[in-house]
């Protein structure tokens, strides 16, 4: 930790064998680490034994923990290892403990997209090593203490997002979705970090101005947490699919998205801090008057503050997403507040229950967190510090699809009266005619026309739905079923409103 921060771009160069070797070993043995790019980490690195199938790769983390002196995010690329099967070893000074890395899976991938477990991975004397049993088949191998989501990543989804048809910058945004730019600053390697800009995002249906259930949702605050990150990429990528329920979803939710809260922390690689300001949790900063001079979180912040006033509705709920290394309870866990009654909230409930692998634990703490934030200046009725745990052996998929758990948990919690197709929160008459208009439809049907078991299809049990809930005059349902040779639904048929019966069934027959 006493080696010289270096303003080389690159950093950790491995040195296979000898420097006057080197040349000539480039294409036959020399291995070349690199951690100089966006979400890289590795302050530097040796080599022994290069030129055999068995290489020892001795790693140092970086000290950018609040300057604890112990590292913990660790992001780089090593080249040269095809048909190698390399022993990595790094000091278990690790930041929470070397207890933490006891069992913890490091990752790899080929192509940085699809990762895979480390086989092995233990601790000894002060030492933490980690390897696979058999070779890698490729020379450019990805090593990362956890599935990476750079700053980039974060920027191209971002910018995907805003081009759904379902979501759109918000108040506070450019037309790109930008909302400002971070602080910059040097990083521990004396690197200058260069302002990014920070993004915010709308998703609801806009066609429907009824009170709505608003939630406001953010990520990447603590810049080496990123399964968190996938977790909240898998309730956005949720929100604007085409799953039937997705729709009912944007219909009655108002969602608020803060995907970049640390773009410098994030980018340079830092394991939680922001780089303005490296020695200080930013997860303590969350008030107007703390975050004067910290750019980053003032910009989510006041964002956040503007961006809600877009409709008079109430927050129901804050959900800022992270990931812990391994601790209490063992479990993907959410701090929420027990005093509140916040951990009986119907859809946070529901959420746990489709989930099968989520707890609570009880959230007492007073600074300034994003979650207090949110409560004391967003009004949110529930808050909550969702902690995804570092160290399972669990994919990109399994946090994806918890993500995508909380969107099916809100369509359980607030999906509305079957029959009610314009969201109204009332099945009468202008809902029959729309599902009357769709009779028998199997075209790309969903909720709003009237398919209410969302099987694709609107037939007689959407019907009988919409019967069982109707609120309208009888004689108006029950003619305009029998005009549409419905078979008989429940309640003595008048034959009242043939008229409107009439209107219906010519409108179908002009589809
Ligand atoms: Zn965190």
Not at 179 to 202: E, F, K, M, N, V
Not at 440 to 452: L, N
Request: aromatic share 12%.
């Amino acid at each position: 930790m006493d080696q010289a921060p270096t303003s080389s771009r690159r950093i950790g160069i491995g040195l296979a064998c000898t420097l006057a070797l080197a040349t000539a070993s480039m294409s036959h043995g020399q291995i070349t680490l690199n951690a100089s790019f966006d979400h890289g980490s590795l302050l530097s690195s040796t080599v022994t034994n290069a030129s055999t199938a068995t290489p020892t790769i001795n790693l140092v983390g970086r000290d950018n923990f609040y300057g604890s002196g112990r590292w913990r995010w660790m992001y780089f690329t090593a080249d040269g290892l095809a048909n190698k099967r390399p022993t990595f070893r790094v000091s278990d000074n690790f930041a929470g403990g070397g207890s933490a890395l006891n069992t913890h899976p490091m990752v790899y991938s080929y192509d940085g997209e699809t990762w895979s477990f480390f086989d092995n991975g233990s601790r000894a004397s002060g030492t933490f090593s980690f390897s696979n049993n058999t070779a890698f088949t490729g020379s450019l191998v990805h090593v990362a203490y956890a599935i990476p989501y750079s700053y980039g990543r974060s920027v191209a989804h971002a910018q995907q997002v805003i081009a759904s048809p379902h979501a759109a910058p918000t108040l506070s945004g450019n037309a790109s979705g930008v909302i400002g730019l971070s602080p910059g600053g040097t990083d521990d390697l004396g690197r200058s970090i260069a302002p990014r800009s920070i993004y915010a995002y709308r998703i609801t249906n806009t066609n429907y101005d009824h009170p709505k259930k608003k939630f406001v949702i953010s990520t990447g605050m603590h810049a080496g947490e990123t399964i968190g990150t996938w977790t909240y990429q898998g309730l956005v990528d949720w929100l604007i699919s085409n799953d039937p329920r997705a729709a009912v979803v944007r219909a009655v939710t108002d969602f608020y998205c803060y995907p970049t809260m640390n773009p410098d922390g994030r980018f340079a690689g830092f394991n939680r801090s922001t780089v303005n300001n490296p020695n200080q949790d930013p997860n303590g900063l969350w008030n107007p008057s703390l975050w004067t001079n910290r750019l980053d979180i003032r910009r989510n912040g006041e964002a956040m503050i503007a961006d809600r006033l877009q409709t008079a509705d109430p927050v129901e709920g804050y959900i800022d997403f992270h990931s812990t290394i391994p601790a209490f309870p063992n479990e993907d866990f959410g701090f929420i507040e027990y005093e509140q009654g916040d951990n009986l909230t119907p859809w946070w409930v529901r959420f746990k229950e489709r989930a099968g692998t989520v707890v609570d634990v009880d959230s007492t703490g007073t600074s300034w967190t994003s979650a207090n934030f949110a409560e004391a200046f967003l009004g949110a009725r529930v808050d909550i510090t969702f902690e995804t745990q570092f160290g399972r052996r669990r994919n990109i998929n399994y946090y994806t699809n918890l993500g995508a758990d909380f969107g099916k948990a809100l369509f359980d919690t607030f999906r509305p009266t079957d029959g009610d197709t314009n969201f109204d929160g009332v099945v009468n008459f202008p809902d029959l005619l729309t599902l009357a208009r769709n009779y028998a439809r199997f075209d790309g049907v969903g909720w709003e026309q009237g398919d209410f078991d969302l099987d694709g299809f609107v037939g007689f049990s959407d019907l009988l739905g919409l019967a069982r809930n109707y609120q309208g005059a009888q004689a108006e349902f029950q003619a305009a079923s029998a005009m549409l040779g419905l078979p008989s639904v429940p309640e003595p048929a008048t034959a009242g409103v043939l008229v409107v019966a009439g209107a219906i069934l010519s409108t179908r027959r002009r589809r």
